[in-house]
């Protein structure tokens, strides 16, 4: 892989997946030529411990990207966590990148933003339409559900014997955070390969909530079942367990969308980008029960 000079920036760099891509990037490029970008000092600390440069910056301030962004070349938008604010936010990092000049976006989306039935999907759609009309090449990271969604099930499913949710027997193409991540640093340091391109990234292997149940059964060795519940009961048996009546919308309605198709993908796009399958869900799950 080319290790050229240029600046790589990486947003929200100390999240659980941006801390993951700048990691995959400094094995593909020297860390002097990556730069992690935060909200505060504090939270740099072990990324300059890789030998990268930190920068301080927030996507509600854009003066603070003007200046982070300087002599950038190539920016992953790592996609803002404040749902219902992402828009504009990540409209300020898409003016500051045209600002400085950066050459190329890679951006977080979701899968088939265009057509997707999960309302998680409107911001990313006009984000990706925001990227595209400003002009800069660009890559979009259609990423489907992180596996690392499911480990919050495992606790209350070993209580109850049963994991709960909306989406039927939609088939959900997971992959791991690492997986996603490891494409993103390949994309990045590759970008020539993909200019303006639209990635559809999703796991090799799709499960329905009935096996992601069975599964969990199987490693803890007792009976787990899949226990279907229509959209409103189960966001308010999520608002129950003490979820943000928001938060339990948006999962209840995201568990509806993949009962429509909206997380199943097996075109395989993210394991030939990596080089290798992607990992699997029983060895996400394994892991965090020790095993």
């Not at 600002?99 to 977080?108: D, H, Q």
């Not at 899949?226 to 367990?241: D, H, I, N, R, S």
């Not at 992607?278 to 996400?284: G, N, P």
Request: proline share 4%; aromatic share 6%; hydrophobic share 45%.
């Amino acid at each position: 892989m080319s290790q050229d000079a240029k600046k790589y920036l990486i947003t929200g760099a100390n999240g659980q997946l941006g801390q993951l891509v700048v990691q995959s990037l400094v094995k593909k490029v020297p860390a002097s030529q990556v730069i992690a970008l935060v909200r505060k000092p504090e939270a740099g600390a072990e990324l300059a411990a890789l030998g990268v440069e930190v920068r301080i910056g927030s996507y509600d301030d854009p003066t603070s990207l003007d200046a982070a962004f300087a002599g950038v070349d190539k920016l992953l938008l790592i996609s803002s966590s404040e749902i219902g604010k992402r828009l504009p936010q990540h409209e300020n990092v898409i003016a500051a990148a045209k600002k400085a000049g950066v050459a190329f976006i890679a951006y977080t989306s979701i899968l088939r933003a265009d057509s997707s039935p999960l309302g998680l999907a409107v911001e990313h759609a006009a984000t990706e339409k925001s990227i595209a009309a400003s002009g800069i090449p660009y890559a979009f990271l259609r990423n489907s559900w992180y596996l690392e969604n499911y480990l919050g099930s495992i606790g209350p499913a070993l209580e109850h014997g049963a994991v709960a949710g909306a989406a039927g027997e939609g088939r959900i193409s997971a992959a791991s955070r690492a997986d996603y991540a490891e494409a993103a640093a390949v994309v990045l340091v590759n970008s020539d390969q993909y200019i303006n391109a639209v990635l559809e990234l999703a796991g090799d292997e799709a499960f329905t909530l009935g096996s992601l149940a069975a599964t969990i059964g199987d490693l803890a060795g007792k009976p787990v079942v899949y226990a279907y519940m229509p959209e409103e009961a189960y966001k308010a048996m999520l608002v129950q367990v003490g979820l943000p009546e928001a938060f339990a919308g948006l999962l209840a309605d995201s568990d509806v969308g993949a009962s429509k198709g909206g997380l199943f993908d097996e075109g395989k796009a993210l394991s030939r980008i990596i080089g290798r399958p992607t990992t699997s869900l029983k060895t996400v799950l394994a892991a965090a029960l020790g095993q």
